[in-house]
């Protein structure tokens, strides 16, 4: 069984850069592509991008010039960074395995989730 | 940029049948998901590809997407599935999600 786990600072400065790995077990991170979403306190859900294990990106725009992902596959991690960060950065941080599939229409959904990680942002 | 609407809230009695409803334009012709989360937890996938269930997830839980509607029904709601859905597509190399709907199992 595939499991996801979130690592990183709790607590970054304005202005400064969020960093975050994931950690991927009981499984191979390769051949999947590998998302990161954000939840601030009492609201909904949204995706910051994706990362396939060839490297290749896709970023939300809103978030783009901030954001860059890395893998590591040698250990089976892939990472976030956000930088400029700002008070509206702080959320539960999550990193989740996506799965794609090309029929009638181009598939994306995200079937194994990690239980999140909270960034504060605050001086 | 692509909006996916639901309505904030809907409430059902224990037993009944629930529906949630997600639109955005042209919805039919992509494919949508749909997320369960209960509080302090993580989502749960419950349904892919419009209709297709997850290893696990309950056959109470289906799904259907036509013209600007897609639709999660949940079959004989219990107390346990009280909890917020999202619904989520893709569009334009972007995965968008749905506000979010709080079941209610009144």
């Known amino acids: 069984q595939v499991q996801l786990q979130e690592s990183g600072p709790g607590l970054v400065k304005p202005s400064e850069t969020l960093s975050l790995t994931c950690t991927v077990s009981g499984g191979s991170i390769s051949s999947y592509y590998w998302s990161w979403i954000r939840q601030p306190a009492g609201m909904g859900l949204e995706w910051i991008g994706r990362?396939?294990?060839?490297?290749?990106?896709n970023y939300n725009p809103s978030l783009k010039s901030r954001v860059t992902m890395s893998v590591d596959t040698s250990k089976n991690q892939f990472s976030l960074k956000l930088n400029s960060v700002t008070a509206a950065d702080t959320a539960v941080y999550y990193c989740?395995?996506?799965?794609?599939?090309?029929?009638?229409?181009?598939?994306?959904?995200?079937?194994?989730w990690g239980k999140g990680t909270t960034v504060t942002v605050s001086s | 940029s692509y909006e996916l609407t639901q309505p904030p809230s809907v409430s059902v009695s224990p037993g009944q049948t629930a529906s949630i409803t997600c639109s955005g334009d042209k919805l039919g012709d992509k494919y949508a998901s749909w997320y369960q989360q209960k509080p302090g937890q993580s989502p749960v996938l419950v349904i892919y590809?419009?209709?297709k269930r997850p290893s696990g997830i309950p056959e109470r839980f289906s799904g259907s997407n036509s013209g600007n509607t897609a639709t999660l029904t949940i079959s004989g709601t219990q107390a346990i599935n009280e909890a917020d859905y999202y619904c989520?597509?893709?569009?334009?190399?972007?995965?968008?999600f749905g506000g979010g709907t709080k079941l209610t199992v009144l």
């Open positions: 989520q597509a893709w569009d334009s190399s972007t995965v968008v």
């Open positions: 590809q419009d209709n």
């Open positions: 990362i396939y294990t060839s490297g290749s990106t």
């Open positions: 989740a395995r996506g799965y794609s599939s090309s029929s009638s229409a181009y598939s994306y959904y995200m079937d194994v």
